[in-house]
């Protein structure tokens, strides 16, 4: 799919999905020259997850380097930086109580999909009916209704059974960023602690990525899910 079409498609998922918010293109730049002439650098330091919602809910369209990612998690999540010690060795999310033991942390943080530490020179932004680059992954922010039926679609095919990978942290740079990325399938998250008070990401809402390569047979099968007869109106 060309980025002439982009509009088109997000316009479809909107209307099919009754989206609130814009879907988001999301490309993981490893060479300067990735970047098109025109897309201006982020003028600020914020969180993936920030940044996910600029581009959702605002229509920005920007990239960001390491200097750009306040988050430590999210930027060695997504290949910027290396892993702090603090994150390696389990201390981090055990001081914040998410786990019994920092052993138990650490196995968590060992098995967190993540691009080799160095290997992204940015991450670029975009509403999708906006994107003026070919992007990788295509997020979504919605309530468990919409989940619903982007699941169905991504079955609609060829069937099967959806497993999601999460563990309650990280939720929108490794889960729904990274892991799609590297797994070439959708994943679906239930929105962490820190994606969703300060992204924005509602109580009542989830998210999902799927890979961009998805977006033509995404949309139609959307848009045959949700007008199905057994579908709930």
Known sequence: MQTSEYPKASDALKKALGLTSSPVAIRIVQKREEIPSGVEKLDKTVRH?????????????????????????????????????????GDFYFKLGKFETPAACKRTIDQIPHLESGSTYATMYAPLEKAPFIPQVILIVAPPRVMLKLAQAT?????????????????????????????????????????????????????????????PQMVQAVEIVTAAPGSKK
Not at 67 to 89: F, P, Q, T, Y
Not at 162 to 175: E, K, M, P, R, T
């Open 49 to 89: 997850c920030q940044m996910v919602s600029l581009a959702r809910k605002e229509g920005r369209i920007f990239y960001s380097t390491v200097d750009n990612h306040e988050c430590v998690g999210g930027a060695w999540a997504l290949g910027l930086r290396e892993i702090s010690e603090s994150l390696k060795s």
């Open 155 to 215: 079955l609609y095919q060829l069937g099967g059974r959806v497993h999601s990978h999460f563990a309650g942290i990280q939720s929108v740079c490794a889960d729904t960023t990274t892991q799609t990325y590297l797994s070439g399938t959708a994943n679906y998250s239930l929105g962490c602690d820190g994606s969703r008070k300060f992204s924005g990401i509602e109580d009542s809402e989830m998210v999902m990525g799927f890979p961009a390569e998805m977006l």
